[in-house]
């Protein structure tokens, strides 16, 4: 296997416990990345620098028998593709202050280990449909990412979580041409794991990273998931209506007469109905 600090055109891909996490879907596809990849730790940032303790707290877990302390911490791992391409893998807390040092330390990080491309991953609920595809979006600052993989140019305003303010600061201050992907998680079931929204983030960074991506159990899983959810919704009349409602307003937006072309014919007919006084127009004279 390559060096991964031999191997050419790194990509960076970062996830965040927190805000940005929506059914924990954006750190469980990184785990997969973690663990299908072999990433090996080679930074650690200092726990006590970035988050509160009271906001974000330290807990024990059992590890082989031993209460073992867990901090709230963010590393950062090298990796190798299947195919041969180098990898960083940054898993991590949202932070609870500090930010600017924060993306910094990371930034300089990625730059020192020559990545070409940060993708930022993220999952946020929204009023989606179980039953349908998980939508995925991504935007970018960078033209040459727009372009080459579809992408569009961010025009949101607001608030902002930490995969937002990497995302900046990664053109800004660095010159790091970065974009984000997020799925959107149907609201009505957000509590993780949310395995198909993990899926339709590993199926979208498939067309970054340029190659396939191992996704285990995971399209069982999702399957499973989906039908839970079907049961659920099934035994609550008003979760089955709402299902239901989600459902037609996905399947409209998603249809051929949704697209641009034919909203502007049909706003064309309904003009001419208007001059000839026709159904839909308001009569002449």
């Known amino acids: 296997m390559p060096s991964p600090r031999r191997a050419a055109s790194r990509i960076a891909v970062a996830a965040f416990a927190g805000w940005n996490d ?91 280990h020559r990545v070409s491309t940060l993708v930022c991953l993220g999952a946020l609920l929204a009023d989606v449909p179980h039953t349908r595809p998980i939508p995925v979006t991504g935007s970018s600052n960078s033209k040459k990412l727009r372009e080459r993989y579809g992408l569009e140019r961010s025009e949101y305003t607001g608030p902002t979580g930490i995969v937002g303010m990497l995302d900046h600061y990664a053109r800004e201050t660095m010159d790091l041409p970065s974009m984000s992907l997020w799925a959107a998680v149907p609201h009505y079931v957000a509590n993780p794991p949310s395995p198909k929204a993990v899926l339709a983030l590993l199926t979208k960074l498939e067309e ?27 035994e609550d009349d008003d979760v089955a209506e709402y299902v239901a409602q989600l459902e037609a307003a996905k399947d409209a937006v998603d249809s051929p007469e949704a697209s641009g072309e034919a909203l502007a014919q049909e706003f064309q007919r309904y003009l001419q109905r208007r001059e000839q006084g026709g159904p839909g127009g308001r009569p002449r004279g």
């Open 208 to 234: 970054v990273v340029g190659e396939p991506i191992d996704t285990g159990d995971l399209p069982e899983e999702a399957r499973a998931w989906g039908e839970g959810v079907d049961t659920l919704a099934a």
């Open 22 to 112: 929506a059914g924990s879907a954006a750190t469980d596809a990184l785990s997969n990345l973690l663990e299908q990849w072999g990433a090996v730790p080679f930074v650690e940032l200092d726990s006590e620098d970035f988050h509160d303790f009271q906001v974000t707290r330290p807990r024990f877990v059992m590890d082989n028998g031993e209460r073992r302390l867990i901090l709230p911490r963010t590393r950062l791992f090298e990796a190798v593709t299947p195919g041969g391409r180098g990898a960083i893998l940054i898993d991590g807390i949202e932070p609870s202050m500090r930010w600017e040092q924060y993306c910094r330390e990371i930034l300089v990080n990625l730059v020192e």
